[in-house]
T-cell receptor
Framework: QKEVEQNSGPLSVPEGAIASLNCTYS??????FFWYRQYSGKSPELIMS????GDKEDGRFTAQLNKASQYVSLLIRDSQPSDSATYLC???????????FGQGTTLQVKP | SAVISQKPSRDICQRGTSLTIQCQVD?????MFWYRQQPGQSLTLIAT?????????ESGFVIDKFPISRPNLTFSTLTVSNMSPEDSSIYLC????????????FGPGTRLTVL
């Protein structure tokens, strides 16, 4: 079992729809969770961080965390073609203090 | 967040040679890391660059192949030694600025092609 798992996609949504990206993790003591966006040929960009159970909203982005289920998600409302990218889920390992990345989910927003 | 630059942005090298990649930050940071991203893959941590002491390497990465320096709180280098085509990757430095949130920010990356 991988430490951080994501569906590689591609996830295809029409413009204006809600895109839902999911991530599960295996380390029960993890306390910090991050979503990065990576455009093709570019480096990862931190877009959301979440540390407590529940929802955290920032503009069109909402991160959701459920530590009991070891599940973190990212919702993108009113998806735009410019949101088309790979989204990387990252979990700070509770044991090592290092960031563990999932394989990433490719999102395609079609006009 | 800190502004991070990397040099070179890309390079094409011959096998058997070495390349040193520089990472410069515009402010002091508590932690610096080096990652590798192979084509179509996610990020793999190579090592933690420790200021004033030897880097801490992850399993599968060794100092002889990837020597790292961090002489101060704003600068680090990663050398890819005795390169082979399998070393063709994007190499990224990242930083944690401090505080308790452990947010990591990435430099623009160095795209390395080994022929």
């Amino acid at each position: 079992q991988k430490e951080v798992e994501q569906n590689s996609g591609p996830l295809s949504v029409p413009e204006g729809a809600i895109a839902s990206l999911n991530c599960t993790y295996s380390d029960r003591v993890s306390q910090s969770f991050f979503w990065y966006r990576q455009y093709s040929g570019k480096s990862p960009e931190l877009i959301m961080s979440i540390y407590s159970n529940g929802d955290k909203e920032d503009g069109r982005f909402t991160a959701q965390l459920n530590k009991a289920s070891q599940y973190v998600s990212l919702l993108i409302r009113d998806s735009q073609p410019s949101d088309s990218a790979t989204y990387l889920c990252a979990v700070l390992s509770g044991n090592t203090g290092k960031l563990i990345f999932g394989q990433g989910t490719t999102l395609q927003v079609k006009p | 967040s800190a502004v991070i630059s990397q040099k070179p942005s890309r390079d094409i090298c011959q096998r058997g040679t070495s390349l040193t990649i520089q990472c410069q930050v515009d402010s002091q940071v508590t932690m610096m890391f080096w990652y590798r991203q192979q084509p179509g893959q996610s990020l793999t941590l190579i090592a933690t660059a420790n200021q004033g002491s030897e880097a801490t390497y992850e399993s599968g990465f060794v100092i002889d192949k990837f020597p790292i320096s961090r002489p101060n709180l704003t600068f680090s280098t990663l050398t890819v030694s005795n390169m082979s085509p399998e070393d063709s990757s994007i190499y990224l430095c990242s930083v944690v600025q401090g505080g308790s949130y452990n947010e990591q920010f990435f430099g623009p990356g160095t795209r390395l092609t080994v022929l």
